[in-house]
Nanobody, 116 residues
Framework: QVLLVESGGGLVQAGGSLRLSCTTSRGIFSLYNMAWYRQAPGKPRELVAS???????SYAASVKGRFTISRDRAKNTMYLQMNSLKPEDTAVYYC??????????WGQGTQVTVAS
């Protein structure tokens, strides 16, 4: 099983920044595409950003230009840099490893709360 551990969530004022981290095992980035999802109370889980094995990135329209996904192979860690945060970004954020539309694993989630 692919182990994924998120960290970096917290409470921030609107307009502020946070950086989420997702640490995994060595070699996972070569085997799987990676992504960040989020789930707000009463809403379905939604894709925030993804990074393919070849480095190609994609973003949800709601976060494009504000969030940046990246990974550090040496540290076996994926990041989500979140700038200009809005109250509607409040959610539990999850990292996942996936291939061919199937998710190999999910992290435990980290809470992000943006105060207005």
């Amino acid at each position: 099983q692919v182990l994924l551990v998120e960290s970096g969530g917290g409470l921030v004022q609107a307009g502020g920044s946070l950086r989420l981290s997702c640490t995994t095992s060595r070699g996972i980035f070569s085997l799987y595409n990676m992504a960040w999802y989020r789930q707000a109370p009463g809403k379905p889980r939604e894709l925030v950003a993804s990074i393919q094995r070849d480095g190609d990135q994609s973003y949800a329209a709601s976060v494009k230009g504000r969030f940046t996904i990246s990974r550090d192979r040496a540290k076996n860690t994926m990041y989500l840099q979140m700038n200009s945060l809005k109250p509607e970004d409040t959610a539990v954020y999850y990292c996942t490893a996936f291939m061919w539309g199937m998710h190999a694993s999910w992290g435990q989630g980290t809470q992000v709360t943006v105060a207005s």
